[in-house]
């Protein structure tokens, strides 16, 4: 995977985005430290992959950043574009350094069926780390409160709920 991952270049690489910087900036990363990781994968761990919603193989890449934090990167390799999707940004355990102050988010990514809700951090807490449960993550605070819910293939995810995409699509 590590030379797989360097043998492309920054203009290889495609982000989802809106989706992509909105998590960036939920969970306080830095677009430049991912790009540098994946063009200098050193720090990748471990990867998973998995079939992906239309039958192509998602990967997620994790990489230690440090004995705190854990960088995931689920991306798709498209080899007859040479490109490599990057889906969405998670940080796992990741102590913050500052507190955010936000409104809630709500966001649906239509493309890749991810839904995003987000409340925000209080003054008196910040953002202690990620529960990871495959397609569902959680953005736990320092007061062990859920203050965000990333669902993966949340079409699937709410199937058995009987909830219509239409309602989070709004």
Not at 8 to 22: A, G, L, R, T, V
Not at 91 to 112: A, G, H
Request: aromatic residues 10%; hydrophobic residues 35%.
């Amino acid at each position: 995977m590590k030379n797989k991952l360097k043998s492309y270049s920054e203009k290889d690489i495609i982000f989802n985005e809106p989706h992509f910087s909105q998590q960036l900036i939920l969970r306080e990363g830095n677009k430049k430290e991912v790009i540098e990781n994946i063009l200098n994968p050193e720090r990748l761990v471990h990867s998973d992959p998995e079939e992906g919603k239309y039958g192509d193989i998602k990967h997620r890449l994790y990489f230690k950043i440090s004995n705190t934090r854990t960088m995931i990167l689920p991306v798709i390799f498209d080899d007859k574009k040479q490109s490599l999707y990057i889906i969405t940004y998670i940080m796992r355990y990741r102590p913050w350094q500052k507190m955010i102050k936000m409104t809630k988010i709500v966001s649906y990514d239509e493309n890749n069926d991810i839904l995003v809700i987000h409340k925000g951090f209080s003054r008196d807490e910040k953002f202690k780390g990620n529960i990871d449960m495959g397609e569902l993550i959680l953005d736990v605070s320092s007061a062990g409160r859920i203050r965000g819910i990333e669902v993966i293939n949340a079409t699937d995810f709410f199937k058995d709920f009987n909830v219509d995409k239409k309602i989070y699509k709004r």
